[in-house]
């Protein structure tokens, strides 16, 4: 199941998301280093009516995708962002070491 994964951003701090009806059902929240150029994916959430769909996995392939195109590397501090990229070959070129 593919849904619109919106972005928010305020500061260094931010989050990809999904809504239905003006609520937050999934969200993976970010925190940018002082310097710009690093990710840190830091908590991943998904309403029970959406688990076992692929939506955690789409929110993190959002934040990839971000960083390939603004030349972000990504620190997945979170268990599911961090298992995601263990998972996801084609993840590692923004994975930050």
């Known amino acids: 199941m593919s849904l619109p994964i919106q972005q928010s951003e305020s500061g260094t701090h931010g989050a990809f998301f999904v809504e239905r009806d003006g609520t937050r059902v999934a969200e993976m929240t970010y925190s940018k280093t002082p310097d710009g150029k690093r990710l840190i994916i830091d908590h991943t959430d998904v309403s029970e009516s959406l688990k ?34 263990d998972k996801t070959p084609e993840f590692q070129d923004v994975l930050w070491r």
């Open 52 to 85: 076992g769909q692929g939506v955690g996995k789409q929110l993190v392939a959002a934040a990839v995708t971000w960083a390939r195109r603004d030349g972000l590397m990504v620190m997945p501090l979170c268990p599911f962002a961090k298992a995601t990229f």
